[in-house]
């Protein structure tokens, strides 16, 4: 990496961080301050797309004047090269767009949605990150989101697009090797906007969810199975509230998908949260303030890797980006603000961009002419959970000490501030959590299993356990797996109970 930007990164970009607290566990998201790269004119969408077939993601931006595709590749730490580009036909005006091996070839290809002139099409990648001109279909008035989805599960990604202008999604069929077909188009209300994909009505279907601005509504359209779609039902956002982007995704984790939608007016900017309480039936059961004006963009991931998916919205109104950890059946946090190079965020996407195992974001600035890279700035391994004092006037706290690497096989659990000359055991498992259990907290959900047998701390309350990733239960930690880790402990002087925790540490562990 160039020392400059790891300096910038490391040192001058000082980290901004949120302490979420609640009942569920505690954390933390932090992201550095944003890096910006040039990228032309007005860019309008981003896509993370390995564009060079070298295992990196790289970023794909729309632009204007003149009309094209800007390339920037992904060195393999984070740092992009200038931006490359490839024109787009005659008379586009690129606003939204997909990546996908549409040609069979093994390399992503590119579509574009243009509302100039009513199309989407297909650019094949060239296999170096370079595009051409392919196929198109001609779609509704000023079409402007695209998402990706199988509509008759044949096995190849077909593609739906929300028609600005005409008030309708049209539905695009995949034929194979780069050709697309218009298969129909329904009519869903006044400007249409974002789309998310997912089974809504439990048939294996996918469903397409609708942010219909104009309307102040979500359309969300039943997949019939044949390439046709209607209207499953109906969810108003009230008098207030204008939808930009959907997303679907069981945020709740009671098994369903919910639909999550960004909305905003005069005076309110939120996430609305529709609740999914029987299939295809839906509450509006919760508002969560973004914090910033006008979110216009969104994008999910789990940023603390805490097996919950938490949400970015991109703010134009007051160029930020706001990030909301998911508190599961709480809903989510208060938001984090990440002020952008600006002016005008816009599209926001997450994906892991330095290869560490945690969500990054990047965000199009449509006023400033570039993209803003902004990694997360989460620590591997990373502390959580809560630590309850012990009859000593203590909390027990555990680290993780040497190399997060499987092949270095040099890695061990260290607790200080137990009880002294007491018996404890480390344990370990991969969903984390923040449940009160005797006299501390519970910070690993079940299944969890222990690691060798029970200890004695030392006189000064530490204890200590080296793993050998050959032998069993270590040999189940992989490379690229997460583990949360956590220490039990008898404290015979408590005048509660006499089982103790400490609080708990995750790791992402590397080849």
């Given at each position: 990496?160039?020392p400059v930007?790891?300096?910038v990164?490391a040192?001058?970009?000082?980290?901004?961080?949120?302490a979420?607290h609640?009942?569920?566990?505690?954390a933390?998201i932090?992201?550095?301050?944003p890096?910006?790269y040039p990228v032309g004119?007005?860019p309008?969408?981003v896509v993370?797309?390995d564009v060079?077939?070298?295992?990196d993601l790289?970023l794909?931006v729309?632009v204007h004047n003149?009309a094209?595709?800007?390339?920037?590749r992904?060195?393999?730490?984070?740092?992009?090269a200038p931006?490359a580009?490839?024109?787009?036909t005659?008379?586009s005006?690129?606003?939204?767009?997909?990546?996908?091996?549409?040609?069979?070839d093994?390399h992503?290809?590119?579509?574009?949605?243009?509302?100039?002139?009513?199309?989407i099409?297909?650019y094949?990648?060239?296999?170096?990150?370079h595009?051409?001109?392919g196929?198109?279909a001609?779609?509704?008035?000023?079409p402007?989101?695209?998402v990706?989805?199988?509509?008759?599960?044949?096995?190849?990604m077909d593609?739906?697009v929300?028609?600005?202008?005409g008030?309708?999604?049209?539905?695009v069929?995949?034929v194979?090797?780069?050709?697309?077909?218009f298969?129909s188009?329904?009519a869903?209300?006044?400007?249409?906007g974002?789309l998310?994909?997912g089974?809504?009505?439990g048939?294996?279907?996918?469903?397409?969810?609708?942010?219909?601005?104009g309307?102040r509504?979500?359309?969300?359209?039943?997949n019939l199975?044949?390439?046709t779609?209607?209207?499953?039902?109906t969810l108003?956002?009230g008098?207030?509230e204008l939808?930009?982007?959907a997303r679907i995704?069981?945020f709740?984790?009671?098994?369903?998908?919910?639909i999550?939608?960004?909305?905003?007016d005069?005076?309110?900017?939120?996430?609305?949260?529709f609740?999914?309480?029987a299939?295809?039936?839906f509450?509006e059961c919760?508002?969560?303030?973004?914090?910033g004006i006008?979110?216009?963009?969104?994008a999910?991931g789990?940023?603390?890797?805490?097996?919950?998916?938490?949400?970015?919205?991109?703010?134009?109104?007051?160029?930020t980006?706001s990030v909301?950890?998911?508190?599961s059946?709480?809903?989510?946090d208060?938001?984090l603000s990440?002020p952008v190079t600006?002016?005008e965020?816009?599209?926001?996407?997450?994906?892991?961009?330095?290869?560490?195992?945690?969500?990054?974001l990047v965000?199009t600035?449509d006023?400033a002419?570039?993209?803003d890279?902004?990694f997360n700035?989460?620590?591997?391994?990373a502390?959580?959970?809560?630590?309850?004092?012990?009859?000593?006037?203590y909390g027990?706290?555990i680290?993780a000490?040497g190399s997060v690497?499987i092949?270095?096989?040099d890695f061990?659990?260290r607790?200080?501030?137990?009880?002294?000359?007491?018996?404890?055991?480390f344990?370990?498992?991969?969903?984390?959590?923040?449940?009160?259990?005797h006299a501390?907290?519970l910070?690993?959900a079940?299944p969890?299993?222990r690691l060798?047998?029970?200890?004695?701390?030392?006189?000064r309350?530490?204890?200590?356990?080296?793993?050998d990733f050959?032998?069993?239960p270590?040999?189940?930690i992989?490379?690229?797996?997460?583990w949360n880790?956590q220490?039990w402990?008898?404290?015979?002087?408590a005048?509660?109970?006499?089982t103790?925790?400490?609080?708990?540490?995750?790791?992402?562990f590397?080849?």
């Amino acid at each position: 990496m160039n020392p400059v930007l790891r300096h910038v990164r490391a040192g001058v970009s000082t980290a901004i961080a949120i302490a979420a607290h609640s009942v569920l566990a505690q954390a933390q998201i932090s992201f550095h301050s944003p890096i910006a790269y040039p990228v032309g004119d007005a860019p309008k969408s981003v896509v993370a797309s390995d564009v060079d077939s070298d295992g990196d993601l790289d970023l794909v931006v729309t632009v204007h004047n003149p009309a094209g595709l800007s390339v920037l590749r992904n060195d393999g730490t984070g740092e992009f090269a200038p931006a490359a580009f490839s024109p787009l036909t005659s008379g586009s005006d690129p606003v939204g767009l997909v990546a996908h091996d549409f040609t069979g070839d093994g390399h992503p290809d590119i579509v574009v949605a243009s509302s100039a002139n009513d199309t989407i099409r297909l650019y094949r990648n060239l296999g170096d990150g370079h595009y051409v001109p392919g196929d198109y279909a001609s779609v509704g008035d000023g079409p402007r989101a695209l998402v990706l989805l199988d509509f008759d599960l044949d096995g190849d990604m077909d593609l739906a697009v929300s028609n600005r202008a005409g008030g309708g999604v049209s539905f695009v069929r995949n034929v194979g090797d780069g050709m697309l077909e218009f298969e129909s188009v329904v009519a869903v209300g006044a400007t249409p906007g974002g789309l998310a994909v997912g089974d809504l009505d439990g048939d294996a279907y996918p469903d397409v969810a609708v942010a219909v601005h104009g309307s102040r509504i979500v359309r969300v359209l039943r997949n019939l199975g044949n390439g046709t779609f209607t209207t499953l039902t109906t969810l108003p956002l009230g008098n207030l509230e204008l939808p930009e982007v959907a997303r679907i995704l069981d945020f709740d984790n009671d098994g369903d998908d919910d639909i999550l939608v960004s909305a905003s007016d005069t005076v309110v900017h939120d996430v609305v949260l529709f609740r999914q309480i029987a299939p295809g039936a839906f509450c509006e059961c919760d508002y969560f303030d973004v914090g910033g004006i006008h979110p216009v963009g969104m994008a999910l991931g789990d940023f603390d890797l805490d097996t919950r998916i938490d949400v970015a919205t991109a703010n134009s109104g007051s160029d930020t980006v706001s990030v909301l950890r998911n508190l599961s059946s709480a809903g989510f946090d208060l938001p984090l603000s990440i002020p952008v190079t600006g002016p005008e965020p816009c599209c926001i996407i997450a994906a892991d961009l330095d290869g560490n195992h945690y969500a990054d974001l990047v965000v199009t600035n449509d006023a400033a002419q570039s993209v803003d890279v902004i990694f997360n700035a989460r620590d591997n391994p990373a502390s959580y959970c809560s630590t309850s004092p012990n009859s000593f006037g203590y909390g027990a706290r555990i680290h993780a000490l040497g190399s997060v690497r499987i092949a270095t096989n040099d890695f061990t659990l260290r607790v200080v501030d137990a009880v002294p000359n007491a018996p404890g055991l480390f344990f370990f498992g991969r969903v984390p959590q923040q449940s009160p259990f005797h006299a501390g907290y519970l910070c690993i959900a079940a299944p969890i299993a222990r690691l060798g047998p029970a200890l004695q701390t030392t006189t000064r309350g530490v204890a200590q356990l080296e793993l050998d990733f050959g032998l069993s239960p270590a040999s189940m930690i992989a490379a690229g797996s997460i583990w949360n880790f956590q220490f039990w402990y008898r404290d015979p002087a408590a005048t509660s109970s006499t089982t103790n925790f400490s609080d708990a540490v995750r790791v992402v562990f590397e080849p």
